[in-house]
Every structure is written in structure tokens, then in C-alpha cells.
Nanobody, 114 residues
């Protein structure tokens, strides 16, 4: 089993920045593919960014150039740096770890508003 706990969400004005962090326990994440997803009210959960066990990254087109995903296997963490935030980035953000099975955190709310 892998337990994932997200932190770092909150309220930010458009153009601002937030850094989300996800800490894992129960397993070492070295071999896991890690990702961040988000779900806005009325919408399906969508991929924001992923990082492979080898460090390769991929991003949704809507966040390319603004968001950066990173991992620290020594600390069993994955982070999402979000810059130039827009109101449409408002959602609950979920951390995901995948290796044979998929594990999810409980989510953290990000609200971008004046």
C-alpha cells in the first residue's frame, strides 16, 4: 500500500504562484510513475503533469510553460510548482502514484480568484 498526502493548496490571485507537495509513505516511490491530476466542479478528473521513474515529464497543453513537476526520491515526495495561475486552474488537485496499481491522495483545493 502507498499512502499519499498532498499539501500546499489555497487561495491565490490570478498571476500568482503556488507549490503543491505530496509525501508518500508505505512504499519507496523510486519505481513509481508519479503525477498530478485535477478535478473542477462538474468536470472529469484530468491529467495535469506526470513524471516517470526515470525523470521524464509530460504536461497537459493548458499548463505547459507554467507548471513544473519534480520528484525527490530521497524524500519520497513529488511537487508541482504552479506559476502564472489562471482562474481556470481552480480545482481540487490530486497526487497519483502508479506501479502495477494506482494510488491517490485525498486532494488539495486550489482556488484562483481576485
Amino acid at each position: 500500500q502507498v499512502q499519499l498526502v498532498e499539501s500546499g493548496g489555497g487561495l491565490v490571485q490570478p498571476g500568482g504562484s503556488l507549490r503543491l507537495s505530496c509525501v508518500a509513505s508505505g512504499r519507496i516511490l523510486t519505481v513509481y510513475s508519479l503525477g498530478w491530476y485535477r478535478q473542477a466542479p462538474g468536470n472529469q478528473r484530468e491529467l495535469v503533469a506526470r513524471i516517470s521513474s526515470g525523470g521524464s515529464t509530460s504536461y497537459a497543453d493548458s499548463v505547459k510553460g507554467r507548471f513544473t513537476i519534480s520528484r525527490d526520491d530521497a524524500k519520497n515526495t513529488v511537487a508541482l510548482q504552479m506559476n502564472s495561475l489562471k482562474p481556470e486552474d481552480t480545482a481540487v488537485y490530486y497526487c497519483n502514484a502508479e506501479f502495477v496499481r494506482s494510488f491517490w491522495g485525498q486532494g488539495t483545493q486550489v482556488t484562483v480568484s481576485l
